[in-house]
């Protein structure tokens, strides 16, 4: 079987990498030509643990293919994937402007029968907006080539998201017809072997699933941080509140982890949109309105300790900060918290300095020189007046607080991620702030 994947970003590269490695040739096409001549030479473009060597294994077996000319491979294959980019607009609304692209060169130079398939995170409608667009390219053309449009949106955790597309707990897949269910399956049956646990639905209710289970799992988070924030005031323990509600079948234990806020390529994103599809349907979604505020302000809270130890006299302190990805086991640093702490603190004129064991590189690209770059967590906290700890990376879980309480000028750690244990850090003579207790 052969299928083609446009857009070579975190979804599509791992989309066809993992569909390549269970035997499917796969043709993944790019704009970027830089990007395309790397993967040839086995250069990934994104971290993501065992993707490079996967990305190497299928390329040298020639099952992965890398083109920048969609129309060269498109009469090759039975199903298309589009995976470009859906930027959010200004106004919050996703930015369809690739994704159409796609759609305009599918009608310009398709030849036969093909399954539009649509990965990206897409508004609610958008595949009939395809459809036209296709078919209005094939009407210009004269031509009455049968094809078909599908939704498949993704579900990938970063850091885990091989695993996820090996094993996936669902696949959702909205068509419109059976030849259209009937590829799906095919493809999809070599990772469901013993489960098959494709769910097939309309494509309506497959767009808007992904937008739901994203926004679902942002309200969880944001509600555990007013949560955490209000129990801090009170003098309850958010950790014993998480684990007496987590308990609970109803409810379960799964992002219930108050922290310094969500950041990534989805939560923020899809909230955004999902919010502005109220709005112009005229339903306006107010829970996730106030989801979005309090994740706004909740990548501030950092910050508000660290100022309101030091009385609002922040000129001159230099800062160590562990972390600056948006999660661990990635490099991602979109809508990162870190990014917000950074910026207020370096406005409050503090000296920075950064260790992140992958996202370093990212940073510099992203925001050069505003903060200085340790070699290791040790070098990071020397003559530090703070530690703040902004994403949970396995090696910062257990560093040696003597060491570090030997290096630093003031002893005052603010936890981000609520990791560590505060009567430790009581004995080992710092002052600590976390988050909800």
Not at 209 to 221: D, G, P, Q, S, V
Not at 252 to 269: I, T, W
Not at 378 to 386: L, P, Q, T
Request: proline share 4%; charged share 25%; with cysteine.
């Amino acid at each position: 079987m052969k299928i083609a994947i446009v857009g070579t970003g975190y979804v599509g590269l791992v989309t066809g990498t993992c569909f390549a490695e269970m035997g499917t040739d796969v043709y993944c096409v790019d704009v970027d030509t830089q990007k395309i001549e790397n993967l040839k030479k086995g250069i990934i473009p994104i971290y993501e643990p065992g993707l490079e060597e996967m990305v190497k294994r299928s390329y040298q077996a020639d099952r992965l293919h890398f083109t920048t000319e969609l129309k060269d491979c498109l009469n090759e294959v039975e199903v298309l994937f589009s995976a470009v980019g859906t930027p959010p607009d200004e106004d919050g609304s996703a930015d369809l402007k690739y994704v159409l692209d796609v759609a305009r060169t599918i009608g310009r130079y398709m030849t036969k029968y093909l399954l539009v398939v649509t990965k990206s995170t897409v508004p609610v409608g958008t595949a009939q907006i395809i459809k036209q667009t296709i078919q209005h390219e094939l009407d210009l053309r004269e031509m009455d080539i049968p094809f078909d449009i599908a939704s498949n949106p993704e579900f990938l955790k970063e850091g885990t998201a091989i695993s996820d597309f090996m094993s996936p707990d669902r696949v959702v897949v909205g068509v419109e017809t059976e030849r259209a269910e009937a590829l799906m399956t095919k493809l999809y049956r070599p990772f469901l072997l013993n489960n098959f646990r494709v769910i097939y639905m309309d494509v309506p209710s497959a767009e808007m699933t992904k937008y739901a289970a994203n926004a679902m799992l942002a309200t969880r988070i944001s509600f555990m941080n007013d949560i955490a924030n209000l129990c801090e005031i009170i003098g309850a323990d958010v950790n014993m509140v998480r684990k007496g509600i987590g308990t609970d079948a109803r409810i379960g234990s799964r992002f219930l982890y108050p922290g310094c806020g969500y950041g990534g390529s989805c939560f923020p994103k899809d909230v955004k949109a999902l919010v502005k599809t109220g709005l112009v349907n005229g339903y306006p979604m107010r829970i996730l309105q106030a989801v979005e505020d309090v994740n706004e302000s909740q990548k501030t809270i950092l910050f508000d300790k660290l100022n309101k130890h030091y009385n609002g006299d922040l000129k001159g302190k230099k800062i160590a900060l562990w972390g600056l990805a948006f999660k661990p086991e990635t490099d991602d640093m979109r809508e990162a918290p870190s990014l917000v702490l950074i910026d207020k603190m370096v406005d409050a004129g503090c000296r920075v300095t950064a260790y992140d064991p992958i996202a370093m590189t990212e940073a510099k690209r992203r925001i050069g020189d505003k903060v200085d770059y340790a070699k290791d967590i040790y070098d990071s906290v020397v003559d530090a007046d703070a530690l703040v700890l902004v994403t949970e990376w396995k090696e910062f879980r257990m560093p040696s607080w003597n060491a570090i309480r030997k290096l630093m000028s003031v002893p005052l750690v603010i936890d981000g991620r609520n990791i560590y244990d505060k009567t430790e850090l009581a004995e080992n003579g710092f002052i600590y702030y976390c988050i909800g207790r």
